[in-house]
């Protein structure tokens, strides 16, 4: 067993190597990992990894001897009472997990479609991300929140907004430093977990009315606040809150990509119109979308929209052949793995005949796009069937041009900054 830290580049004693870092992210990452192996020290309390099977080992080990850790703060990370946490979030998620599967959304689907037409009427030259966050977030909202979802769509959004300053930076400072940046984000988080909580109350009160022989679950909250063992106000507002932040900016990146992929994906994207030519216009869901749901994967592959992703030890543990203290801090790209070439053929290029039956499987717990383990994504079903269906029917009815073309911009998220398109109506 080794008990000194990886080898890494050299940092400062101060600012570790967050100035390099920031200046290329994703390219100081790939060049230390060329540099120093599969296991390095990014700076004195970070740890990166690229071996995909230690990057499952930690994953299947988060809320054990790892913690998820969603704070932007340096002083809201509790070691001590993460297990408490855990299990209160795992708690709530057992429930939601049924509830966001692909057979549990088929009401939410006609909705979908409804705020996807309004959203893009007709014929429009706009910026596609955000017009993707707003369609996407809504689509959360409804998701979650069903009726009680008025105004939460906009908080959501605003705590989107100033989460940016404030996690997408190398470095976390103190959530009571009196920053504007600080303060604002703080504000928004408690205004949304207050209205939240008012949700949840309201309608903890409606479902004790109602007959519940007569009752069926019309949205998530129905679902955790029906769950017996009855999931607690506090484990579903969390619980609600984490749903609705992961599905806005995650999704809205992840369709923004897909739509970048059809327009540079000339010949891909004619075989792909003719399978969703082929479909019943109104319910697409129902078929078979093969090629479809291929050209989803393959976009997530070559453009994860979570990138980089971190868990904290919760106590002195061993990763591999390394010993960790309490505290270090271990982070793993997605967009890195999916592009490696020890487990990928051609890993630059958009192939999605990889995705198709008949093609070999993909090297074990090299393909993420969601995380693995415990802390999977949860809302990865309710995902791929958002994103298959959106795809589907921005095909049947634009043709889709791009005015700008999207540049790789790695951040909180991978988006697609400055991609500007054009919808004509078929």
Known sequence: MRTERPPGPRSSWLLGNTLEYDRDRVGFLRQAH????DVFSYDRRTIFLGDPDLIHDLLARTNTDFDGDGSPFSDE???AGAETSADRWMGARRVGWHRLSRSAVGGHVDRLRDLFSARFAGSDELELLPAMEQLLGGATADFCLGHSAAGVPELVAANTAALVPVGGT??????WLPTRRTRTFVDLRTELMDRLGE?????HDELTTAASAEHQPRDLLDQLLGAAPEVSHEG????VRGVLMAGYGVPAAAMTWIVAALIEQTELTARLRDEVDALDRDRPETADLALTTAFVRETLRRHPPTWLIGRHARHDTTLGSWQLKAGTEVVFSPYLLHRDERY???????????????APAPV????????AGPRVCVGAQLGMLQLTLITCWLLQRFDLTAVTPP?????GLLVPADFRVRLATR
């Open 34 to 37: 060329a540099e120093h192996g």
């Open 344 to 358: 990928w053929s051609d890993p630059q290029d958009f192939v999605i005949d990889r995705w198709l039956a008949g």
């Open 199 to 203: 949700v949840v109350r309201t309608r």
């Open 236 to 239: 579903a507002q969390r619980f």
């Open 170 to 175: 190398s470095y976390r400072l103190p959530s």
């Open 364 to 371: 074990r717990h090299t393909y993420i796009p969601f995380g």
């Open 77 to 79: 990370r509790d070691l």
């Open 407 to 411: 540049r790789e911009h790695f951040a």
